[in-house]
């Protein structure tokens, strides 16, 4: 995992507090998609848990892999009984046991590529799933957008992660479904949205702020006045309102496939 994709633990309780959590959609495009009961789940990166509760809440037995120890100490806080938590990074696991459903929510850009295909495929059995979903904010006020660009803009051009493949922005296919449609692993890749407009006050707007991996690598000084700068900014105008956030991401290994023992479609809903 990149350095960056472990700069969250130091602020791990902000991240479970101000990161807002998957809707009950996401499952059901998930289960939709494989088209039968899924029982067992592994997650690549689980963080303190936002996705994991939704899919262990619905009923699926999910073992919750994540690298840094502050963040999986925060996600064993609220884990249900049918989670078992793992300290480690995607590259470090092992095949093993497989699972009717592997995924990643927000994490899977920080995983290395080398060989992140087949290290997935070796994780599913049979007839399984591969899901990959985060949720994209936008802001839907205009006058607050530009508010926090200027505020950001002295430290930072903006504060996205790049597409791990260059694909760009306004493509139809996003990033992981343009590797993936090239991959010999998997087939049928889809992807969708889900939409939702959440509105949040500016302070914990702010809150979030400090949760997202750019400002993090800010040298302290900075993300202290680039926080402050944006907190001043958004209190001037309305109240921001998170919205729409995209999810999605399901996949099925080919038949044949080297690593995986199963046959079937690669879907994608990323």
Known sequence: MSARGLSFGAIAEA???FRPGYPKELFDLVMAYAGRPIRTALEIGAGTGKAT???ADLGVTVTATEPDAAMLAELNKTAP????TVRAAFEDLRPGETCGLVYAAAALHWTRPED???RVAALLEPEGVFASFGGQVQLADPAVEESVRAA???FLENDEVPSPDGTAP???MQWPGTELQQSPLFLDVQQAVVKRRLTMSAPDYAGYLSTVSAYLQLPRSERQQAYGADFSRIGRGRRPVRGPAGVGGAHKPRAGA???RSRGAS???W
């Open 53 to 55: 509760r939704l899919f």
């Open 170 to 172: 306004g493509e139809e």
């Open 258 to 260: 080297e690593t995986s």
């Open 267 to 269: 879907a994608g809903r």
């Open 152 to 154: 950001r803009a002295p």
């Open 15 to 17: 991240y479970e507090r």
């Open 81 to 84: 009984p049918n989670v078992t």
């Open 116 to 118: 992140r295909w087949s």
